[in-house]
Antibody, heavy 121, light 109 residues
Framework: EVQLLESGGGLVQPGGSLRLSCETS????????MSWVRQAPGKGLEWVSI????????YYADSVRGRFIISRDESKSTLYLQMNSLRAEDTGVYYC??????????????WGQGTLVTVSS | EIVMTQSPGTLSVSPGERATLSCRAS??????LAWYQQKPGQAPRLLIY???TRATGIPARFSGSGSGTEFTLSISSLQSEDFAVYYC???????????FGGGTRVEIK
């Protein structure tokens, strides 16, 4: 069974940093692209970033490019999101999501339950 | 950037009735379009991908159609568990920016 477990969320001041983790199990991590998607309170879904294991390129939404860094540790089957220079508008639930192949252009067949990030003073 | 527009924002439907949700892309996404369902406090769940292919375990009352810029999600006979928010997502463009629509809330009439 595919499992995605996010952690690392919490309360952080504007301008601060936070690192999210997504521990995975039930599949061969390096065979799949992985992504982060967020949802502000009461709002819709916003794609944040995507990573593949066999390609070094990573991609970001305009709203986070230059501030967030996606990475993955294949030995730990874990996806990360380093979030720097955080702003109030980064507040929300952050989900990690898995595609069905190692490609950037696929939907997300599996999702974690999310971790809440709150940026506030 | 491709903009995804969903309509209506809210759809009021009686149980047992048919629901039709629309999603429009600002430029062609071919058939690279997915639909997700999200219930309060839960993660999204993939319903449809490739515009018309049901994901694993999705009941046959859910169907998707369309290509290019116009897409439709139909729920043939609404069950109580179908009242939720539905999002479309395109995954066609390059560099990838996997944009979602703003969502349609399906509520009990």
């Amino acid at each position: 069974e595919v499992q995605l477990l996010e952690s690392g969320g919490g309360l952080v001041q504007p301008g601060g940093s936070l690192r999210l983790s997504c521990e995975t199990s039930g599949f061969t991590f390096n065979n799949y692209a992985m992504s982060w998607v967020r949802q502000a309170p009461g709002k819709g879904l916003e794609w944040v970033s995507i990573s593949r294991s066999t390609v070094t390129n990573t991609y970001y939404a305009d709203s986070v490019r230059g501030r967030f860094i996606i990475s993955r540790d294949e030995s730990k089957s874990t996806l990360y999101l380093q979030m720097n220079s955080l702003r109030a508008e980064d507040t929300g639930v952050y989900y990690c999501a898995k595609t069905e192949y190692d490609s950037f252009q696929l939907p997300f067949h599996h999702w974690g339950q999310g971790t809440l990030v709150t940026v506030s003073s | 950037e491709i903009v995804m527009t969903q309509s209506p924002g809210t759809l009021s439907v009686s149980p047992g009735e048919r629901a039709t949700l629309s999603c429009r892309a600002s430029q062609s996404v071919k058939s690279n379009l997915a639909w997700y369902q999200q219930k309060p406090g839960q993660a999204p769940r993939l319903l449809i991908y490739g515009a018309s292919t049901r994901a694993t375990g999705i009941p046959a009352r859910f169907s998707g159609s369309g290509s290019g810029t116009e897409f439709t999600l139909s729920i043939s006979s609404l069950q109580s568990e179908d009242f939720a928010v539905y999002y479309c997502q395109q995954y066609n463009n390059w560099p990838p920016t996997l944009t979602f629509g703003g969502g349609t809330r399906v509520e009990i009439k």
